[in-house]
């Protein structure tokens, strides 16, 4: 069937939606592009985009991990920390966005879809079963641990490559963010008693 022209000869606007459709991608993966005028260099922007990547991959496994200890926490103190599981994977939903923004602001390609997050994190890939609170626990501190020498490594990094942007992220939203959860969870290994207080041991007479 012929397309319908208008009178100057360019193709009829239709409501029919056009499905299926594919193209080449308009930048590939680990390019940059000068989107914006940010007086940095393509070698300074490639390196952020580069490492920023990584700290995304490993933040976002992190978010998927503090998910799966949300759904999956059990015993006695299952109401506490099933509720701090879901705020700090709030904290760390915002902290991915965050992350993915910078990469595109200087100009790169930021990771997105599962098979690449899974293929580029750090972070060691949990069992799909349940596991014991404390196990869930150490997991997560593993998991932010990673991530905060990633924070200390990139701040010096973006210093010094006069990336101040880069580094104010990285220290006022992830750094912070990732040391304050991980005092939380600290505080849920200490062997301290729930009813009875320990009775203090006596000296031996010398």
Known sequence: MPKRETPNNR???SAQPRFHQRAGELQAYGTVEQMIPLELEEPVRLE???????????TMTLRD??????????????????LLFDKHYSEQVEIVDLIAER???????????AADIAEATQIERPPKGR???????????????????QCRELSKLS??????????LVVSDVLRTN???????????????????????LRSAS
């Open 65 to 82: 991990l503090y998910k799966k200890s949300h759904w999956q926490v059990a015993g006695p103190t299952f109401y506490q920390l099933h």
């Open 131 to 149: 596991e014991e609170v404390p196990v869930q626990i150490s997991r997560l501190l593993d998991a932010h641990q990673i991530i905060i020498r």
């Open 103 to 113: 990469i595109q602001l200087l100009g790169g390609i930021s990771l997105a879809m």
């Open 159 to 168: 210093s010094q490559l006069g990336d101040d942007g880069t580094n104010d």
């Open 11 to 13: 193709p009829a606007i």
């Open 48 to 58: 952020m985009t580069e490492k920023l990547n990584q700290m995304l991959a490993d």
């Open 179 to 201: 040391e304050l959860q991980c005092w939380f969870l600290s505080e849920h290994l200490v062997d301290a008693p729930l009813v009875h207080a320990k009775e203090p041991r």
